[in-house]
C-alpha cells in the first residue's frame, strides 16, 4: 500500500528560493511524484549558507537536505517542474474523495505536469450528486468540474498518479550499469506542407525542442509550448500542448522510431536536415534572341 503525501503549499511553504536560481517540484523522496519542492535558500553567511534545500512532501521540514546519509542536491532540470503552479495541499484540500473510487493527481489543466487532485466527491443526493471533481493547481478550487466548455471527467488509468495501491504499470527503472542514451536538443525550424491544420500551430511548433522525458517507450521532446511524445499503441505519435492531449490517432512507434521522424512525417523541416537546392541560370532557345 502506498500512503499519500500532499505537498507542502502557501500556508507553510514561506520561502520560495531565489527566483534567479533554478526551483521547482520533483521527487526527492523516491515516491515517483514530483512532490517535494526544491530550490536554493540562505543569505550567504557562515551562519545560514546558500544551499540546496527542500520541503518535503507529507512533513512540515521546509529545509531539509539529506535523507539519512543521502545529501539532497540541485535535480536534472529535467526533473525539475517549474513553481509557477502551485499543487494543493492538506491545507485547502480537506476532501480527498471516496477511497474506494480512481483518485489521484493528473494533468487537468494542460500543463504536462500531473499536478492536480482529482477524485470521486459528493453523497449522492440531488443537491450534491456524486462527480468527479478537481482540486486545480494554482487555485484555492476543490471542485472544478469543467473548463470552459470541457468538462472534467476521470482520466484513462493511465494518466492518473493513484493515492492508494500501485497500479498494474510496467514500470520503467534505469540500472547503473546501462548505457545511457544521448537525447540532442533538436529545432524545428519551418513548415513545408500543410497536412497540420491547426489555425495559429505552426508557429508556436516552431524552436528549440530538448529531450523531456521517456514517455511510452520513446523519447518525448518540447520546446515548452507543444510536446511531441509517443502516446502508446492506442494513441500514437502525438504533437500537442500536453501529455493529456490527443490529436487522433497517431502513427506506431514500429512505423516512426522518434519524435524528429514525426515532425518530418508532418512536413516540417529540423535544423539538421540537409537539403540541396542549387542555383540555376535560364538559357534563352536557340533562335529566340
Same mark, same amino acid.
Given at each position: 500500500? $502506498?500512503? !499519500?503525501?500532499?505537498?507542502?503549499?502557501?500556508?507553510?511553504?514561506?520561502?520560495?528560493?531565489?527566483?534567479?536560481?533554478?526551483?521547482?517540484?520533483?521527487?526527492?523522496?523516491?515516491?515517483?511524484?514530483?512532490?517535494? *519542492?526544491?530550490?536554493?535558500?540562505?543569505? #550567504?553567511?557562515?551562519?545560514?549558507?546558500?544551499?540546496?534545500?527542500?520541503?518535503?512532501?507529507?512533513?512540515?521540514?521546509?529545509?531539509?537536505?539529506?535523507?539519512?546519509?543521502?545529501?539532497?542536491?540541485?535535480?536534472?532540470?529535467?526533473?525539475? !517542474?517549474?513553481?509557477?503552479?502551485?499543487?494543493?495541499?492538506?491545507?485547502?484540500?480537506?476532501?480527498?474523495?471516496?477511497?474506494?473510487?480512481?483518485?489521484?493527481?493528473?494533468?487537468?489543466? #494542460?500543463?504536462?505536469?500531473? =499536478?492536480?487532485?482529482?477524485?470521486?466527491?459528493?453523497?449522492?443526493?440531488?443537491?450534491?450528486?456524486?462527480?468527479?471533481?478537481?482540486?486545480?493547481?494554482?487555485?484555492?478550487?476543490?471542485?472544478?468540474?469543467?473548463?470552459?466548455?470541457?468538462?472534467?471527467?476521470?482520466?484513462?488509468?493511465? *494518466?492518473?498518479?493513484?493515492?492508494?495501491?500501485?497500479?498494474?504499470?510496467?514500470?520503467?527503472?534505469?540500472?547503473?550499469?546501462?548505457?545511457?542514451?544521448?537525447?540532442?536538443?533538436?529545432?524545428?525550424?519551418?513548415?513545408?506542407?500543410?497536412?497540420?491544420?491547426? =489555425?495559429?500551430?505552426?508557429?508556436?511548433?516552431?524552436?528549440?525542442?530538448?529531450?523531456?522525458?521517456?514517455?511510452?517507450?520513446?523519447?518525448?521532446?518540447?520546446?515548452?509550448?507543444?510536446?511531441? $511524445?509517443?502516446?502508446?499503441?492506442?494513441?500514437?505519435?502525438?504533437?500537442?500542448?500536453?501529455?493529456?492531449?490527443?490529436?487522433?490517432?497517431?502513427?506506431?512507434?514500429?512505423?516512426?522510431?522518434?519524435?524528429? #521522424?514525426?515532425?518530418?512525417?508532418?512536413?516540417?523541416?529540423?535544423?539538421?536536415?540537409?537539403?540541396?537546392?542549387?542555383?540555376?541560370?535560364?538559357?534563352?532557345?536557340?533562335?529566340?534572341?
Amino acid at each position: 500500500m $502506498f500512503t !499519500m503525501k500532499i505537498p507542502q503549499s502557501s500556508a507553510t511553504l514561506t520561502d520560495l528560493g531565489y527566483s534567479q536560481k533554478p526551483r521547482g517540484w520533483y521527487d526527492a523522496q523516491g515516491t515517483g511524484f514530483s512532490i517535494d *519542492y526544491g530550490r536554493y535558500v540562505g543569505d #550567504g553567511t557562515a551562519a545560514n549558507p546558500i544551499r540546496w534545500a527542500v520541503a518535503l512532501a507529507g512533513e512540515t521540514e521546509q529545509y531539509a537536505t539529506s535523507m539519512g546519509a543521502l545529501s539532497y542536491s540541485e535535480p536534472d532540470n529535467r526533473y525539475l !517542474m517549474p513553481n509557477c503552479w502551485g499543487i494543493q495541499s492538506s491545507a485547502t484540500l480537506t476532501d480527498l474523495g471516496y477511497s474506494q473510487k480512481p483518485r489521484g493527481w493528473y494533468d487537468a489543466q #494542460g500543463t504536462g505536469f500531473s =499536478i492536480e487532485y482529482g477524485r470521486y466527491v459528493g453523497d449522492g443526493t440531488a443537491a450534491n450528486p456524486i462527480r468527479w471533481a478537481v482540486a486545480l493547481a494554482g487555485k484555492t478550487e476543490q471542485y472544478a468540474t469543467s473548463m470552459g466548455a470541457l468538462s472534467y471527467s476521470e482520466p484513462d488509468n493511465r *494518466y492518473l498518479m493513484p493515492d492508494h495501491d500501485w497500479p498494474d504499470h510496467d514500470w520503467q527503472f534505469q540500472l547503473g550499469t546501462d548505457e545511457v542514451k544521448d537525447y540532442p536538443t533538436f529545432e524545428v525550424t519551418g513548415q513545408a506542407g500543410s497536412n497540420f491544420n491547426r =489555425i495559429g500551430a505552426p508557429v508556436a511548433m516552431l524552436g528549440m525542442y530538448e529531450f523531456d522525458k521517456m514517455y511510452n517507450g520513446a523519447a518525448a521532446y518540447t520546446n515548452y509550448k507543444y510536446i511531441v $511524445f509517443y502516446g502508446g499503441a492506442r494513441d500514437g505519435w502525438q504533437w500537442v500542448t500536453g501529455y493529456n492531449e490527443r490529436v487522433g490517432n497517431g502513427p506506431l512507434l514500429s512505423a516512426i522510431a522518434d519524435a524528429q #521522424g514525426f515532425i518530418k512525417s508532418k512536413q516540417f523541416h529540423l535544423s539538421t536536415d540537409e537539403e540541396d537546392y542549387p542555383t540555376f541560370e535560364e538559357e534563352p532557345e536557340p533562335g529566340s534572341v
